[in-house]
């Protein structure tokens, strides 16, 4: 069956870095988008960035841009998040996402994506 496992989530001080890894198995990877959401306490599932089954092409949440970079190796069938220059405001349940045939008018909703991992958790403090 279809996995997506998340880890490197963490406590971080607020100016830190910390470099999620997303390993997936039961699917074929190279064809699946990959995207990254989290969920903070009391507030909904929001998306943080996406890449494209090439990795050629990025999509972020305005909020992390110049922050964070996601990029994905095929060969290991893994995706990352990493993340610069922490805030507070990061502190969250991070959680990978797979999904197929997705239009970019899509790319950062919820429903467009049919496998999701387990989440890590990402604490930063001030």
């Known amino acids: 069956q279809v996995q997506l496992v998340e880890s490197g989530g963490g406590s971080v001080q607020a100016g830190g870095s910390l470099r999620l890894s997303c390993v997936a198995s039961g699917l074929a990877f190279s064809s699946y988008t990959m995207a990254w959401f989290r969920q903070a306490p009391g507030k909904e599932r929001e998306f943080v960035a996406a890449?494209?089954?090439?990795?050629?092409?990025?999509i972020y949440e305005d909020s992390v841009k110049g922050r964070f970079t996601t990029s994905r190796d095929n060969a290991k069938k893994t995706g990352y998040l990493e993340m610069n220059r922490l805030k507070t405001e990061d502190t969250a349940v991070y959680y990978c996402?797979?999904?197929?045939?997705?239009?970019?008018?899509?790319?950062?909703?919820?429903?467009?994506?049919?496998?999701w991992g387990q989440g890590t958790q990402v604490t930063v403090s001030s």
């Open positions: 996402a797979a999904g197929s045939g997705i239009i970019l008018s899509s790319i950062r909703s919820r429903s467009a994506y049919g496998y």
């Open positions: 890449i494209r089954q090439s990795g050629g092409t990025t």
